[in-house]
T-cell receptor, first 115, second 111 residues
Framework: EAGVAQSPRYKIIEKRQSVAFWCNPI?????LYWYQQILGQGPKLLIQ????????DSQLPKDRFSAERLKGVDSTLKIQPAKLEDSAVYLC?????????????FGPGTRLTVL | SQQGEEDPQALSIQEGENATMNCSYK?????LQWYRQNSGRGLVHLIL?????REKHSGRLRVTLDTSKKSSSLLITASRAADTASYFC???????????FGQGTELSVKP
């Protein structure tokens, strides 16, 4: 079974530029998550989708971050404009359930550096 | 916040020794999960223990949960150099409907 795919793996941008990350979850997984992991910290949930609907985006900085999951499969996370403090690893995860307490499977992440 | 807090922040042991990591949290939970993260990689799920369970085993891993003390521990027996990684506990509570990760314990196993 293929795992969660993410691209790109690394991205370096200047502050105020925009950037987009892509995630392809495990086939058949209803729930998709985007996490932000700052160096030395645990992942923090940014947004959770169930199929193509948003379940939780309470910690998403909506003035600059946006995410979508068209057709309930792939998802993109965008930052516009980027700030220095956005430097982090952005992890995508998926789970089979409908948002309940089940195992989440994580992708390798995208390491973003904002200069 | 019900974010888990892990102790110690860093642990260095010799190959063959046991490693114990602890996690404390603040509110009632549905389950608690442990994840491992190798340098430069995503997180890998290790084990899930539900709130009505007290102990769970998986290979060389042993997890305990004490809901009265709001704490959990992860024991890795007979550690190997390949166990070198960061270990995170994550709590799931029904009200929030999401997984909250702790800060992690950085484990170094020296050959």
């Amino acid at each position: 079974e293929a795992g969660v795919a993410q691209s790109p793996r690394y991205k370096i941008i200047e502050k105020r530029q925009s950037v987009a990350f892509w995630c392809n979850p495990i086939s058949g997984h209803a729930t998709l998550y985007w996490y932000q992991q700052i160096l030395g910290q645990g992942p923090k949930l940014l947004i959770q989708f169930q199929n193509n609907g948003v379940v939780d985006d309470s910690q998403l900085p909506k003035d600059r971050f946006s995410a979508e999951r068209l057709k309930g499969v792939d998802s993109t996370l965008k930052i516009q404009p980027a700030k220095l403090e956005d430097s982090a690893v952005y992890l995508c995860a998926s789970s089979l359930d409908t948002g309940g307490p089940d195992t989440q499977y994580f992708g390798p992440g995208t390491r973003l550096t904002v200069l | 916040s019900q974010q888990g807090e892990e102790d110690p922040q860093a642990l260095s042991i010799q190959e063959g020794e046991n490693a114990t990591m602890n996690c404390s949290y603040k509110t009632s939970i549905n389950n608690l999960q442990w994840y491992r993260q190798n340098s430069g990689r995503g997180l890998v799920h290790l084990i899930l223990i539900r709130s009505n369970e007290r102990e769970k085993h998986s290979g060389r891993l042993r997890v305990t949960l004490d809901t009265s003390k709001k704490s959990s521990s992860l024991l890795i027996t007979a550690s190997r150099a390949a166990d070198t990684a960061s270990y995170f506990c994550a709590t799931y509570w029904n009200q929030g409907g999401k997984l909250i990760f702790g800060q992690g314990t950085e484990l170094s196993v020296k050959p």
